[in-house]
């Protein structure tokens, strides 16, 4: 099994630019988050999908858009990129957001914004 | 603003010894606690779990947790060098549903 994985693992952007970081799971997990690591600033959750079909807003959702395609697969899409989001960003899975279900990350996207 | 907080470090301890990390949160309802390692430019990579009060121990790793307190600790017997990472405390909080808290992470460096 593979886990969770994601791509691009690196990537450079201009201020304005789009993309999306794609994440997918083959653990046959529920849940599914993406968090973005900065220095000094530890993990934050930007949006999660506690099931297929459903997605929420984290602690810093603004400028990110999410779409949980399947089971498997969620993305992140940065519509207009800008110097602020340039950080490290994690995709992570868990079988549930609730119990005591643990949440297993994947090997991230180290992106910087120019 | 439910918080976790853990020292920065960098904690230092010699090879052998054992190394105490440290984490205490705010939330008092929280009943899942975790611990991740993470090495330098890598993922969190989870090593423990507990969620009830007292001591439980994997190997080298030995998670404690005093939910009176709200206080939860790694011990590592026996550091090794290649534990040297930073170890992130995570928390599981309530905010509208279930989602992990985590704290800034402290810094071990394991000297041979």
């Known amino acids: 099994n593979a886990g969770v994985t994601q791509t691009p693992k690196f990537q450079v952007l201009k201020t304005g630019q789009s993309m999306t970081l794609q994440c997918a799971q083959d653990m046959n997990h529920n849940s599914m988050y993406w968090y973005r690591q900065d220095p000094g600033m530890g993990l934050r959750l930007i949006y999660y999908s506690a099931s297929e079909g459903t997605t929420d807003k984290g602690e810093v959702p603004n400028g990110y858009n999410v779409s949980r395609l399947n089971k498997r697969e969620f993305s992140l899409r940065l519509e207009s990129a800008a110097p602020s989001q340039t950080s490290v960003y994690f995709c992570a899975s868990s079988e549930s957001t609730g119990g005591h279900y643990e949440q297993y990350f994947g090997p991230g996207t180290r992106l910087t914004v120019t | ?112």
Do not use: H
């Not at chain 2, 611990?35 to 423990?48: A, D, F, N, V």
């Not at chain 2, 009060?53 to 709200?70: C, I, M, P």
């Open chain 2, 1 to 112: 603003q439910k918080e976790v907080e853990q020292n920065s470090g960098p904690l230092s301890v010699p090879e052998g010894a054992i190394a105490s990390l440290n984490c205490t949160y705010s939330d008092r309802v929280s009943q899942s606690f975790f611990w991740y390692r993470q090495y330098s430019g890598k993922s969190p990579e989870l090593i423990m779990s507990i969620y009830s009060n007292g001591d439980k121990e994997d190997g080298r790793f030995t998670a404690q947790l005093n939910k009176a307190s709200q206080y939860v600790s790694l011990l590592i017997r026996d550091s090794q060098p290649s534990d040297s990472a930073t170890y992130l405390c995570a928390v599981k909080t309530w905010a509208g549903s279930y989602q992990l808290t985590f704290g800034k992470g402290t810094k071990l460096s394991v000297i041979p």
